[in-house]
């Protein structure tokens, strides 16, 4: 029973840690489409505070800003100046700059005493935000659902200027997150932080049930998490097992609502095994009493038998009571092991969110900036200061490569990396990105670039992103360690498999480093001499091709070059799409 109460509790605590990590790797995901917003505002807040009394450069600074934006999830960009500090006299300031079909389009409309943007929720987050990113609630308008990222600019006095704003349509996360509600044992949906429902695979039953019971909702966004109680108690849900994941840089969360049964399966499985065996043992041990007892009355001799099978009972229930004082202790041993390791994965699990936030949000800012002064925005640039911030973005690129695969490797190790999964990935396309980033490694080298892809590649089921993640590692290690010669890049169809190889003619590998490589900062002496790389590319690589089922290997010869052969099934079993294609 103490096993059966310790195994049980492990796989609790083992299904509701997978369903806490699928939380956080969504939450993760659409962050990251936040993220975009936030380093725009942080960019044009910067470049717009000391422009005044030049109408057509913030102008055109607004327009250049959003051509490079993301357009399918970029709406618009505004700079909203405070009465008269524009230009000494104009109270209301606030050029506008929108997506429209096929090119940008500079609007006043919202320059008037009768709006006065003034005071508008948005522009009074941005105000008291104290120099942050604010995200206001999502709201509908012409159909789409929309928010804001405000931000405060001051001029070189630290004097309040304006806010300025980037509006976000947000379709791209509500049909993600409606996408990956594949499963029927699961619900996947998104509550704002004033409790609003921001998106609900089961959006048009929840609408009509709250429509029967008087109210009057026209969207989602008009109900709380308690009109979603109320549908799903009205509805006879099952019981199900919540678990929440808060996106970052908002106060929204995601709920994964998994069906108890479903959840812990096992659980119940375990428990009915459990079940039979003690029946079992009951059934024999009525048996043996049954047998027993005929035994004693058929002869007197069996008294002399039973007393010492008394004591031998007595001796079997001392041993019985120090094992289980054994069993006890040993079992309070694990929980305390097991609380500490909760608690180390807690402190590793905010580690890794300050790192990501602190680190790769200012980096991407910094970025940013550099790749706007390149390109003239900010006044002409000479060739010589076109080659320096060159060198600055190739600089910052590199370490926000280092900052991922830290991060990736740390997902890995902790169990908590998700794919998503797409069923129809068109690897000619994907070679055909990775080879031009090679030709683009290779620019003014002695090394050229060779091609052996089939030209006709099936569709595979996999993460378009991870897979890239592979070989864009393989090929940057080829690029990187070979000198002269060539590299060739390769991907065949063999059966149900995919077959990539990069084979160059680098300075190779010698075969007792074969291990050391896949291991987690594992470097050769070659790649150490030359300080190249982190040990990490590599192992993360093998890793990822594991979890589509697949296998990395290598061939090399000291001298001669190394070839890395990637193994993926077209359509591997144990992976079903994430995302719904139409």
Known sequence: ILFSNLRTETLRNTAQQDQLARAQAIADRLGSYLINAQQLADTTSVLIADIRDDRSRVEQLLLQILA???????????????????????????PYVHQDTPQAVLTYEWMTDEYDFHTQAWYLAGKNGAGNVIFTPPYYDTGLVYMSASKAFYDNNGVFSGVVTVDMVLPLLRDFIVNINTDPNEVIYVITGDGAIFVHPDEAAILSYAHQNGKTPTSILDLKQDDLNAYLQASNAPPAILATAPIELTDWVVYVATNENFLFGDVRDLNTTLFGVLAGVWLFSVVALFGLNRYSIQTRKARAEQQALQRTAQTLQLTNEALEALIKERTAQLEKAKEEAERANVVKSQFLAAMSHELRTPLNAILNFTQFVSTGVLGDINEEQEETLNKVVASGEHLLSLINDVLDISKIEAGALELFVENDINLNKE??????????????????????????????????????????????????????????????????V????????????????????????????VGMKKGRGTGLGLPISRRLAEAHGGILTLESTVGVGSTFIVELPIKPEHLSPTVAKN
Not at 70 to 86: K, M, Q, S
Not at 499 to 525: C, H, L, M, N, W
């Open 68 to 94: 490079s934006a993301p357009r399918e999830i970029i709406y618009g960009i505004g700079a909203w100046y405070e009465p008269t500090l524009f230009d000494g006299e104009t109270v209301y300031y606030g």
């Open 431 to 496: 070679l055909k990105m990775i080879t031009e980033t090679a030709e683009g490694l290779l620019q003014n080298s002695d090394v050229t670039i060779e091609h052996d892809i089939q030209p006709d590649l099936p569709l595979i089921t996999g993460d378009k992103q991870r897979i890239n993640q592979i070989l864009l590692n393989l090929v940057s290690n080829a690029c990187k360690f070979t000198e002269k010669g060539s590299i060739t890049i390769g991907a065949k169809q063999q059966g149900d």
């Open 498 to 525: 995919i077959r990539f190889y990069v084979k160059d003619t680098g300075p190779g590998i010698a075969s007792e480093d074969f291990d050391k490589i896949f291991q987690t900062f594992g470097q050769t002496r």
